[in-house]
T-cell receptor, first 112, second 115 residues
Framework: EDQVTQSPEALRLQEGESSSLNCSYT??????LFWYRQDPGKGPEFLFT???AGEEKEKERLKATLTKKESFLHITAPKPEDSATYLC?????????????FGQGTRLTINP | NAGVTQTPKFQVLKTGQSMTLQCAQD?????MSWYRQDPGMGLRLIHY???????DQGEVPNGYNVSRSTTEDFPLRLLSAAPSQTSVYFC??????????????FGPGTRLTVT
């Protein structure tokens, strides 16, 4: 069964304290791995797409990396405005169509 | 561009009532999808469409209908609302593979409560 698992479920950090979020997946026919940010009461906002193992993408304090079985979202020197839920999704060819399978998300809180 | 828009933002229904959640996008995307988001369950695909006139079921389609008469619009119909359909509903759109980048763009969501 195609699955995406994110860990930890929740993470509290102090401002400036770097850490990483994990997304592990078991899908066949991977077409891409996506990271989204979701603020309370809002829709998910696209951050990154990774297509192949070894690929890395960066945006401000965030860096996403991809291996054959998992992806990491590294957060360097976070600020309170980085507090949000971070969602990982894998695009795969399932039952004859391209579909996104989402993880449950990691709720990140950055304390000032 | 307005991106993906959804109406209404909030809705309360009684069990057995029907309603339509509206979704529109102005990015000329061929792919459109409906998801529901429940605590601890993540986003789950309800129905999706790969172009006007073409729709298919996702992971949790029961109790919902969709149609796609234009590229821009993808309404979701609840046939007979049940308390289990209390959730936050998101519409999303994207280019089809080969047409452009494949990330999905999400609307702001509709929070539905069924009593």
């Amino acid at each position: 069964e195609d699955q995406v698992t994110q860990s930890p479920e929740a993470l509290r950090l102090q401002e400036g304290e770097s850490s990483s979020l994990n997304c592990s997946y078991t899908v066949s026919g991977l077409r891409g791995l996506f990271w989204y940010r979701q603020d309370p009461g809002k829709g998910p906002e696209f951050l990154f797409t990774l297509y192949s193992a070894g690929e890395e993408k960066e945006k401000e304090r965030l860096k996403a990396t991809l291996t054959k079985k998992e992806s990491f979202l590294h957060i360097t020197a976070p600020k309170p405005e980085d507090s949000a839920t971070y969602l990982c999704a894998v695009q795969a060819f399932i039952q004859g169509a391209q579909k996104l399978v989402f993880g449950q998300g990691t709720r990140l809180t950055i304390n000032p | 561009n307005a991106g993906v828009t959804q109406t209404p933002k909030f809705q309360v229904l009684k069990t057995g009532q029907s309603m339509t959640l509206q979704c529109a996008q102005d990015m000329n995307h061929e792919y459109m999808s409906w998801y529901r988001q429940d605590p601890g369950m993540g986003l789950r695909l309800i129905h999706y469409s790969v172009g006007a006139g073409i729709t298919d079921q996702g992971e949790v389609p029961n109790g919902y209908n969709v149609s796609r008469s234009t590229t821009e619009d993808f309404p979701l119909r609840l046939l007979s609302a049940a308390p289990s359909q209390t959730s936050v509903y998101f519409c999303a759109s994207s280019y089809r593979p080969g047409q452009g980048t494949s990330e999905q763009y999400f609307g702001p969501g509709t929070r539905l409560t069924v009593t």
